[in-house]
């Protein structure tokens, strides 16, 4: 990970320990405030609970946590389900280099490609992972349909233009 080249003042990006989920869970309450500030929102809770439990893995940065990187795989490939960063922590890279962290452990796995769905006319959403080399899909695979399926009957699609976005990482490297 990027533990011992962060540029000064970039906190670490490790693993989640479990017991940092419910700070987790701050943290993107925190975090979806600037959506309400925009006029999206409020976001369907999410009714199974811990869905940090469920996932492939979460990266964290800094102890305590700034941000987060929750992935799951999906259609055989990493897929980022949610990043958050609390925003007195924003504008500072922590996002990128989550992002940063979750390419390197995707392509550490063997996966090829990186997916997300997100919110197209938000600055710090598409236009922030285009930034980064994630590009529209225009085709969904079945279980990248099943989430944007689900993020319209639960209402997210009534907030603004959604889509789904994908990085091409290329072969694993050896």
Known sequence: ??????????????????????????IELESEVLFTEIGIGP????????????????FV????PLG??????????AHVWQLSVLPSAGRRGIG???????ADWARAGGFEVVTL?????VAWNAPFYAKLGFEPVEILTPELEAIRRHERDIGDDDFGPRLAMRKDLGPARS
């Not at 987060?68 to 490939?77: H, S, T, Y």
């Not at 990128?96 to 979750?102: D, H, I, Q, R, Y």
């Not at 769905?117 to 006319?121: I, S, W, Y």
């Open 96 to 102: 990128t280099a989550l992002m940063e962290t979750v």
């Open 61 to 64: 940065a800094g102890d305590p």
């Open 43 to 58: 976001f369907a809770p999410d009714p199974e609970g811990d869905h940090f439990g469920r996932a492939s893995v979460v």
């Open 117 to 121: 769905t997100t919110f197209r006319d």
């Open 1 to 26: 990970m990027h533990a011992e080249t962060e540029p000064e003042g970039r906190p670490e990006i490790r693993k989640a320990r479990p017991d940092e989920y419910a700070r987790l869970r701050e």
């Open 68 to 77: 987060f990187a929750m992935v799951e795989v999906v259609d055989g490939a």
